[in-house]
């Protein structure tokens, strides 16, 4: 029989953050380091979505973030993701020790993205 | 009118002159397909008509293409069987209405104290206990909890409401003061409706609202709402 080999391991963290409105505006762009660039012509944004696809090199891994506004579940207040999956494909641990040390590691990584894309400004919304 | 239709009419007409009784239905089916044709569900019934009117005049070889033809015809999607999900046992219909609004509440879990949150779930377990359900009402909706969420994390009230449901799953609440007593009933998009009963000179006072939820505070505003929320 043998066993089968693992073709992919990764894990996925969704985070959703609930930032205040002040008057109609979300400067969203105080709160969070990944969002849409656009020219100031077209005026504010409602609402948008972005993919960046990265390498994460040291532990072989494939990082692809995502951001977007979504629906805020609570009043007055505007919401947006910072959706992370960070998997791996090629030589896979196939070992119970080597998979939890790269979940691991990848958990570490996942924090480290997480604070990258959060300004000082957003993680003082989460000790309110 | 595209050439297909009108084609497939001429034909139908053509073996209608042939006084063949089999060719006859086949011609009402044809006619048929035309008059439905811009219906799904009519050309799947034309479809099958066409099956049984066809089946004297025929070869197998034609009858084999119209099998296959048939086959290709895709067959309803899950979603639209909700007659399956009706029958689905009490039990099971009242664990997924409960567990689905916990996943909600998870979701703006940050906003809310540990304990409340664990009150909530035993109140929607006690609701929702299976022992004592009316088999003719309805589960908690999802959109009328979604409701209550809103106004719960915005007013934040220190006293608990009392939690019941409307025949049709909408969550009520309700805070009682001796004889006062307000009712919230949360509807569906983000709606409410709310009643209050006051004694004053032991005679009853009674107001009533319906707003959205973004409004329900500044509609409680007149009618004290400290003395209902306050611990």
Redesign the interface.
Known sequence: MGFQTLGRLGVRYIN?I?IPLSGHVVEHETFLNVYAKLPDILGPVQAYAVQAVLRIEDIGCKLTLNSAVVPA????HASFIIDQDIAKEVDLPQSDNDIYELLNEIRVRKNNVFEACISDRAREL?HR | MSDKPIQLHSSSTALTIAAHSALKANAISNALYLAFKGSTLGEARVFSMQSMSNAAAFSEGARLIERRINELVNPPSPASLTSFLAERPLEERLFDATASVKI?TS??A??LEREWRDKLFRQLDSLHDPAEWEPEDEPIQQASF?TF??AI??IKPPRRPGLGLSHGGHLIAAWTKGRDRLTIEFLSKNRVRWVIARYRDDEPEHFAGQTT??RLADGLAPYDPGYWFSA
């Open positions: 959703r609930d579940p609570i009043l007055d989460f | 909600l979701q703006v940050m906003h979604e969420l809103k994390v915005q939820v973004s």
